[in-house]
């Protein structure tokens, strides 16, 4: 077939083109040219909203920001990051984030996984030779992965209350309570359990696989090529005048709690940051979405960090009723050091909360939304989660809260426009060149053309509605055609082939508009 070697590469390269010629879509793309400036007017809302919060909940100091398209739209400033001397918070402010350290050390094993020096599904123990002395819960349980580890499936016990207070813990300490061994609350790979000791485990991974201890590696690898400058894992490398004391409300009056020293368990909490810093992070995560064609400039791979974003274990689903007796739904899971979750508003919502005695911070971002929020206070376990929701809100309520358009494919196109050909017209040649080998296996096609041909005595001639056309994919979409007595919806899927044919298509008469539609959520 081929006449020689060249020849067959040749023909590949041809078949190469034609396929992405066929195939590829324009990245998705936010449709609304006004969005940044409609989100931008329900900022001062925002603000009002967390202040509100912060003299609710007897916050001393918190900083709070909203990234927009990768990059900081707004910062927040209110109380006192010292209350013993009144100094005001600023953006510069560097406050404790605790658990939201473990994205950092999730992203640290994925950048040696994408360097090819080690496995997520690489036993624990072939990092961390004390593993191999674990006594299982059962005698078919699995030997533990990085990727337990990751994705808190490690079966470990919960260790909230036990973990905060292990940060200062030496790397001595920890061979010593890996030595002695770990119990189990479930098999590995089996449930959802949060344990900080695992992470605290994985940034020994860092360390042994990279050579360096974990904080410089975090430092050189992810930091400073961001250019975080102010933030870090050890405290005593803040300087004074920025740093945020945290305290307790209790008996009507604040406490300050000790700052707790860097050590063994730091991959598990112990990270310090200021707004201006933390924006930058997120605005990394945020500009991993859509995928595309550019250059790489982040200090993990875009698809990677997409990865990190994905729900990798499940955790829990809850419906609660809002303050107009809605229902609202949130699934839950847990990604690579980040949680994710989905609710009746958003169907992908990244971040993760930080805990420790003086400090509560969270991070929360809309992907496909390309819309994130950050805040930190200064009170043990600063309770963002409802001043997010609220926030969210409001942003919603500008309008401009909107997903990016999926873009669709030249393939989906031209069978968009073959479809309504047909819709007008029943044309055999187009029929033919437009089918999968399955389309006409699965209904006749002589039964589809009489279908086709009582819709159109039923609603007359028909004319395809601008903008109406809703993808699911580049390669899958519903669209609508206004006829002269109705609406007609058209959908399509195109089919795993060169070039993609046909293999499902629907044409349906659909309600009058204004018809109320199945509600899915609340």
Not at 374 to 386: D, H, N, Q, V
Request: charged share 20%; net charge neutral.
């Amino acid at each position: 077939m081929y006449r020689n070697r060249h020849h067959f590469i040749a023909t590949l390269l041809t078949l190469s083109v034609v396929g992405l010629l066929w195939t590829s879509p324009t990245h998705a793309q936010f449709a609304d040219p006004a969005r940044s400036a409609k989100l931008e007017a329900a900022f001062p809302e925002v603000d009002r909203l967390v202040r509100e919060f912060l003299e609710r909940e007897h916050v001393p100091g918190a900083a709070w920001g909203i990234v927009v398209d990768g990059k900081v739209a707004h910062i927040g400033t209110g109380g006192f990051r010292n209350l013993a001397n009144q100094q005001p918070v600023a953006g510069d402010t560097v406050f404790r984030i605790a658990s939201m350290t473990k994205s950092f050390t999730a992203m640290a094993i994925l950048q040696l996984r994408d360097a090819g020096k080690l496995s997520l599904d690489d036993p624990a123990e072939k990092y961390v030779p004390e593993l191999r002395k674990l006594h299982y819960p059962t005698t078919d349980s699995p030997r533990l992965t990085l990727r337990h580890l990751l994705t808190h499936s490690g079966g470990f016990p919960e260790d909230n209350p036990w973990g905060d207070q292990q940060l200062a813990r030496s790397e001595e300490e920890l061979t010593a309570f890996l030595r002695e061994g770990i119990p189990f609350s479930n098999p590995p790979g089996t449930a959802y359990e949060y344990s900080n000791y695992g992470f605290a485990i994985l940034g020994r991974v860092v360390a042994r696989v990279s050579g360096m201890p974990y904080t410089q590696y975090v430092e050189q690898k992810i930091l400073r090529p961001m250019h975080m400058e102010s933030t870090t894992l050890e405290p005593s490398a803040v300087p004074t005048a920025r740093l945020a004391h945290g305290y307790r409300w209790e008996d009507d009056q604040w406490k300050e709690e000790p700052q707790l020293a860097n050590g063994a368990f730091g991959a598990m909490g112990g990270m310090l940051t200021s707004i201006d810093d933390l924006t930058k992070y997120v605005g990394v995560f945020l500009a991993a979405w859509p995928p595309r064609d550019e250059l790489e400039v982040a200090p993990l791979r875009r698809s990677s960090l997409r990865e990190m974003q994905q729900a990798w274990r499940p955790n829990t689903t809850t419906v609660t009723r809002d303050a107009n007796g809605n229902a609202l739904l949130n699934v839950a899971s847990y990604g690579y050091g980040l949680r994710i979750s989905q609710t009746c508003h958003f169907r992908h919502v990244v971040g993760h909360t930080g805990g420790l005695p003086g400090f509560g911070s969270q991070m929360r971002w809309l992907p496909e939304y390309g819309v994130g929020l950050i805040g930190f206070g200064s009170r043990t376990y600063t309770p963002w989660g409802k001043v997010f929701d609220t926030a969210f809100d409001a942003l919603r309520a500008t309008g401009a809260l909107q997903p990016r358009a999926v873009q669709p494919s030249p393939a989906f196109t031209t069978a968009q426009a073959d479809v309504n050909a047909l819709i007008a017209q029943w044309d055999d040649v187009i029929a033919e060149r437009i089918a999968a080998m399955n389309l006409y296996l699965d209904s006749a096609k002589e039964r589809r053309r009489q279908s086709l041909d009582a819709l159109h005595q039923e609603v007359g001639t028909c004319q395809f509605r601008s903008g109406s056309t809703r993808l699911e994919n580049a390669l899958r979409g519903v669209w609508l055609l206004d006829c002269e007595r109705g609406t007609l919806q058209a959908s399509i899927t195109l089919a795993p082939t060169l070039p993609p044919k046909l293999q499902f298509l629907e044409v349906k008469r659909v309600p009058p508009e204004g018809e109320p539609a199945p509600q899915t959520c609340q």
